[in-house]
């Protein structure tokens, strides 16, 4: 059924709390309905969202907002080592995780606990705890704004890479995500090299997807504050990588600094190691601030606008310059 609201609160799409006003907000629950509301037309401009979890809105939105309520999991091919689930964008990603779980599939545990739907994983590539969402991702199914055409995104045509994807750069704004197919394992393949989470596994009982997602909910909910008590979009910043020449000098100046090699040859660095060095870890300005047990984390503590949240972050980027040379980039998406 297709859902059409007029001067709709975005209170609840949007994990920061901020209260605006879509002109225009509109829900489908099949492919169909969504290719019937492209050939009708939708008032420009078109913002397609899922959870809200990495958006901060400025002002009110003139224009229409798309929201999948596509949320249908299906097994589409399954063997004794592997199995394919093709998901629905609307389906909320901490509750495909669970699902995997409860049906012996492996490989999206490590990213338990992260908020938003599962749409919006292909087009940010999220990733935590040594996995990103594309190294599962197996195709990924769009239909098009300009002429409700279907498309069909393959793994290596969706330019998977860190916090970034096809989606954010040649086809943003050009698609709206109705499918994404994961390929799972059934075999044991855990990754717990991360921090001290093989211990903490091991006291559970021994390693398993459930004893990992245990694991890693605990830790998340320790560290991040929950969006229903703080608003947030959870990391704020991405983890800026350098080259291993730069990486080595600040080493000599900051020998506790965090460091982790890189694929491609690069070092990431700990974006809120970087901004608690600089001081701003439970830093509060008006009615915003860092989270007090993670400084990488910005949170509204009631009332805050975009512009607020958005000037306290340039004064963290800018703090951070001046203090390493290093350019911190947001993960968010500032809208208006």
Same mark, same amino acid.
């Given at each position: 059924?297709?859902?059409?609201?007029?001067?709709?609160?975005?209170?609840?799409?949007?994990?920061?709390?901020?209260?605006?006003?879509?002109?225009?907000?509109?829900?489908?629950?099949?492919?169909?309905?969504?290719?019937?509301?492209?050939?009708?037309?939708?008032?420009?401009?078109?913002?397609?969202?899922?959870?809200?979890?990495?958006?901060?809105?400025?002002?009110?939105?003139?224009?229409?907002?798309?929201?999948?309520?596509?949320?249908?999991?299906?097994?589409?091919?399954?063997?004794?080592?592997?199995?394919?689930?093709?998901?629905?964008?609307?389906?909320?990603?901490?509750?495909?995780?669970?699902?995997?779980?409860?049906?012996?599939?492996?490989?999206?545990?490590?990213?338990?606990?992260?908020?938003?739907?599962?749409?919006?994983?292909?087009?940010?590539?999220?990733?935590? /705890?040594? &996995?990103?969402? +594309?190294?599962?991702?197996?195709? $990924? =199914? !769009?239909?098009?704004?300009?002429? *409700?055409?279907?498309?069909?995104?393959?793994?290596?045509?969706?330019?998977?890479?860190?916090?970034?994807?096809?989606?954010?750069?040649?086809?943003?704004?050009?698609?709206?995500?109705?499918?994404?197919?994961?390929?799972?394992?059934?075999?044991?393949? /855990?990754? &717990?090299?991360? +921090?001290?989470?093989?211990?903490? $596994? =091991? !006291?559970?009982?021994?390693?398993? *997807?459930?004893?990992?997602?245990?694991?890693?909910?605990?830790?998340?909910?320790?560290?991040?504050?929950?969006?229903?008590?703080?608003?947030?979009?959870?990391?704020?910043?991405?983890?800026?990588?350098?080259?291993?020449?730069?990486?080595?000098?600040?080493?000599?100046?900051?020998?506790?600094?965090?460091?982790?090699?890189?694929?491609?040859?690069?070092?990431?660095?700990?974006?809120?190691?970087?901004?608690?060095?600089?001081?701003?870890?439970?830093?509060?300005?008006?009615?915003?601030?860092?989270?007090?047990?993670?400084?990488?984390?910005?949170?509204?503590?009631?009332?805050?606008?975009?512009?607020?949240?958005?000037?306290?972050?340039?004064?963290?980027?800018?703090?951070?310059?001046?203090?390493?040379?290093?350019?911190?980039?947001?993960?968010?998406?500032?809208?208006?």
């Amino acid at each position: 059924m297709i859902i059409k609201k007029r001067l709709y609160s975005l209170l609840a799409h949007n994990t920061f709390g901020i209260d605006v006003e879509a002109e225009l907000f509109v829900e489908f629950e099949t492919e169909q309905e969504l290719i019937e509301l492209i050939n009708e037309g939708l008032k420009p401009p078109v913002l397609v969202i899922g959870g809200g979890s990495n958006l901060l809105f400025m002002n009110n939105y003139s224009g229409t907002i798309l929201h999948s309520r596509i949320c249908d999991i299906q097994t589409v091919e399954e063997n004794d080592s592997e199995v394919y689930l093709r998901v629905g964008s609307g389906v909320e990603w901490d509750t495909l995780v669970e699902y995997s779980i409860a049906n012996g599939m492996q490989g999206l545990e490590n990213l338990s606990a992260i908020p938003g739907e599962v749409g919006a994983s292909a087009v940010q590539n999220v990733g935590a /705890y040594g &996995v990103e969402a +594309g190294e599962l991702i197996h195709s $990924v =199914e !769009a239909i098009s704004l300009s002429d *409700a055409t279907k498309k069909i995104f393959l793994q290596k045509e969706c330019a998977f890479a860190y916090r970034n994807s096809i989606f954010k750069k040649e086809e943003k704004g050009k698609n709206v995500i109705t499918y994404v197919t994961y390929h799972l394992r059934k075999k044991t393949e /855990y990754r &717990v090299a991360y +921090g001290n989470m093989l211990p903490k $596994v =091991e !006291a559970l009982g021994g390693l398993s *997807a459930k004893n990992i997602r245990t694991v890693i909910c605990e830790t998340r909910a320790e560290k991040l504050p929950s969006p229903s008590s703080l608003g947030s979009a959870g990391s704020f910043f991405m983890n800026p990588v350098v080259s291993a020449t730069i990486a080595q000098k600040l080493k000599e100046r900051y020998p506790d600094m965090p460091q982790y090699n890189t694929p491609d040859g690069g070092v990431k660095l700990s974006a809120g190691w970087l901004i608690e060095q600089c001081g701003w870890k439970g830093k509060q300005i008006g009615n915003v601030g860092t989270y007090p047990k993670q400084a990488l984390v910005i949170v509204n503590h009631g009332g805050a606008t975009g512009a607020e949240v958005l000037a306290f972050s340039h004064a963290i980027c800018k703090s951070v310059k001046e203090t390493f040379g290093i350019e911190l980039h947001p993960e968010v998406n500032a809208i208006g």
